[in-house]
């Protein structure tokens, strides 16, 4: 049967399917045609059809791979093509179809994958590395797949960049082997919004700290790839970060992040009983219509509290004030850029795949995971809805 024939074999099947089932009918229509995609692609990757003699032939089919693959149509059971003989230096065939996704599940195997090789004992790694999807549990192929993979994943923590006229910036500690023992690495990333109000995740780094010098690298590798126009910065007081800032964006007006600024207070309040008080004071400071009223809203907060609480009017009036140059932003534009909270939600989906591996078996299979995902959510941003309206006021 040619691949023509084929083809219209299984359109007919999946039209009766929907023809006979309707919409309880899609889901295994869906599959049929997917089925039959990924092997036509198989085909095209391969250069030759099936049974087919082709000089332009660079690999050969190797049969299926069943894999269930969660939809908005409910769980599908596909038909995976497998492909044998690839040559050195060729990146492995899988299909184009299932990629979205893929990388970071890549990343998370392979950063167990490490840690087995490396003699990790993780009770976890062993169940998950069963279902590798067919990667060899050695060194040699771990360090071949993992090159194939940060070979992609460095082509887009380089990519060029443009301007960007807000930027976000975060840092969150995982436990990796370095040097014989166990630390904190510091995961530095940054999120830029442009002048259609798109998000957009610039880049990301692993450093053995949050000191100056790793923010100032980091920022200065962010300018070195283009990065221009920023008008405001948001961030949590992260340490060495003001003066990373002062040194590579000097004039930029930073935004400290008002909800932990918020949380921050709670440790300079004296008694149980005074803690909400507290926060409706400072919510008042953050809510006020301009930056002239919350200034005097501030001042009068400080003189409240400077009797009773004088460590905590100290505090108040040498920090909330980071927290207001978000006012010279126009109204529409603040909600977005008084907090972190975009990136804390990041950090979240980071934290829900790295607790996975506990502790890493080195900075570079941190540094892939944390790339992978940033990579995919970016690309789901930047194809998304409008995070900012720019043109209201």
């Not at 840092?171 to 690495?185: L, N």
């Not at 006012?327 to 950090?347: C, I, K």
Request: glycine share 6%; charged share 25%; proline share 4%.
């Amino acid at each position: 049967m040619t691949h023509h024939d084929h083809d219209a074999t299984t359109l007919t099947a999946a039209l009766e399917l929907l023809t006979e089932h309707g919409f309880d009918g899609m889901a295994s229509a869906l599959q049929l045609l997917l089925d039959e995609a990924m092997k036509l692609e198989r085909s095209a990757w391969l250069g030759a059809g099936p049974y087919e003699r082709s000089p332009e032939r660079r690999a050969y089919a190797n049969g299926f791979k069943p894999k269930r693959v969660k939809s908005r149509l409910g769980e599908l059971e596909l038909s995976i093509p497998k492909v044998r003989g690839v040559p050195e230096g060729v990146e492995p065939f899988y299909p184009r179809a299932l990629e979205r996704g893929e990388r970071s599940e890549r990343a998370l195997k392979l950063a167990l994958a490490e840690m087995y090789v490396q003699g990790v004992s993780t009770r976890k790694v062993t169940e998950i590395t069963a279902e590798l999807c067919g990667l060899e549990i050695s060194s040699t192929q771990v360090s071949r797949v993992a090159k194939l993979l940060d070979e992609e994943l460095e082509a887009w923590r380089t990519r060029p960049l443009e301007a960007f006229r807000y930027l976000q910036l975060d840092a969150r500690y995982e436990k990796v082997r370095h040097g014989g023992r166990v630390v904190s690495c510091a995961l530095l990333f940054a999120v830029g919004i442009d002048d259609q109000g798109r998000r957009s995740i610039l880049g990301v780094s692993v450093s053995l700290s949050e000191a100056e010098v790793h923010w100032r690298e980091f920022l200065q590798g962010l300018q070195r790839r283009g990065l221009h126009g920023v008008t405001m910065i948001a961030s949590d007081d992260h340490a060495g970060l003001k003066a990373a800032l002062a040194a590579t964006l000097p004039g930029v007006p930073w935004q400290r992040c008002q909800f932990h600024l918020q949380q921050n207070a709670q440790a300079f309040v004296p008694r149980v009983e005074q803690r909400q008080q507290v926060a409706r004071d400072i919510r008042a400071v953050f809510n006020a219509p301009d930056q002239v009223e919350a200034e005097r809203l501030l001042s009068k907060a400080v003189e409240a509290w400077r009797s009773s609480a004088p460590g905590l009017a100290a505090w108040m009036e040498a920090n909330i004030p980071e927290g207001l140059a978000v006012f010279a932003l126009p109204v529409a534009h603040r909600r977005r850029m008084r907090t972190t909270n975009l990136l804390e939600r990041l950090s979240r989906e980071i934290k829900r795949r790295t607790r996975v591996v506990t502790i890493f078996p080195n900075e570079a299979s941190l540094l892939r995971l944390a790339t992978a995902l940033l990579a995919e959510a970016s690309e789901e941003w930047e194809t998304g809805r409008i995070y900012i309206r720019m043109d209201a006021d």
